[in-house]
T-cell receptor
Framework: GAGVSQSPSNKVTEKGKDVELRCDPI?????LYWYRQSLGQGLEFLIY????????KSGLPSDRFSAERTGGSVSTLTIQRTQQEDSAVYLC?????????????FGPGTRLTVL | GQQVMQIPQYQHVQEGEDFTTYCNSS?????IQWYKQRPGGHPVFLIQ?????EVKKQKRLTFQFGEAKKNSSLHITATQTTDVGTYFC??????????FGKGTKLTVNP
């Protein structure tokens, strides 16, 4: 079956522009996570969706970052007025449920470069 | 909040040498997961440990969960170039959200 997909795979934008990153989780997975990974660094948690519950936005670094998940499936991460420090790989992961024992399946990521 | 710490941050070995990475949590964990990220790739699940003192093996990889369920280790015997990558541990916080360590980056000299 299909895994987690993300688009675009690469995005180059100019400072100050808005960008939208898309994540298609595995069908039937109710939990969806966004992470940011700067070059050579670990995984920085951004936001987490679980079913119809209010998302956990505790990792969003500023109010320029927002995300939504429509119909409990596809998610979009939006970065407004991008800054050079936003350059990183944005990873999406999904799991069957919110239980911590559930494996997280990662997508290939979107590499964002802000010039 | 809960922290998951991994050491070392980097490890460089000669092919054939053993490698160990350690994961320590500030709180007791209900379970711990290990992931591997190859260079240029995305993290891929390796294994989950649940029981106190649990030891699991996958070929040359041995995973251990501490008796107090606050630490874990991953040991690779006789490393190969295919082992190159970053190894992450992850444990749940009080709200069941997985918290990832910063990872140990392994490089192997052929």
């Amino acid at each position: 079956g299909a895994g987690v997909s993300q688009s675009p795979s690469n995005k180059v934008t100019e400072k100050g522009k808005d960008v939208e990153l898309r994540c298609d989780p595995i069908s039937g997975h109710t939990a969806l996570y966004w992470y940011r990974q700067s070059l050579g660094q670990g995984l920085e948690f951004l936001i987490y969706f679980q079913g119809n519950s209010a998302p956990d936005k505790s990792g969003l670094p500023s109010d320029r970052f927002s995300a939504e998940r429509t119909g409990g499936s596809v998610s979009t991460l939006t970065i407004q007025r991008t800054q050079q420090e936003d350059s990183a790989v944005y990873l999406c992961a999904s799991s069957l449920s919110r239980l911590s024992t559930d494996t997280q399946y990662f997508g290939p990521g979107t590499r964002l470069t802000v010039l | 909040g809960q922290q998951v710490m991994q050491i070392p941050q980097y490890q460089h070995v000669q092919e054939g040498e053993d490698f160990t990475t350690y994961c320590n949590s500030s709180t007791t964990l209900s379970n711990i997961q290990w992931y591997k990220q190859r260079p240029g790739g995305h993290p891929v699940f390796l294994i989950q440990l649940v029981k106190s003192g649990e030891v699991k093996k996958q070929k040359r990889l041995t995973f251990q969960f501490g008796e107090a369920k606050k630490n874990s280790s991953l040991h690779i015997t006789a490393t190969q170039t295919t082992d190159v990558g970053t190894y992450f541990c992850a444990g749940p916080n009080f709200s069941e959200k997985l918290v990832f360590g910063k990872g140990t980056k392994l490089t192997v000299n052929p």
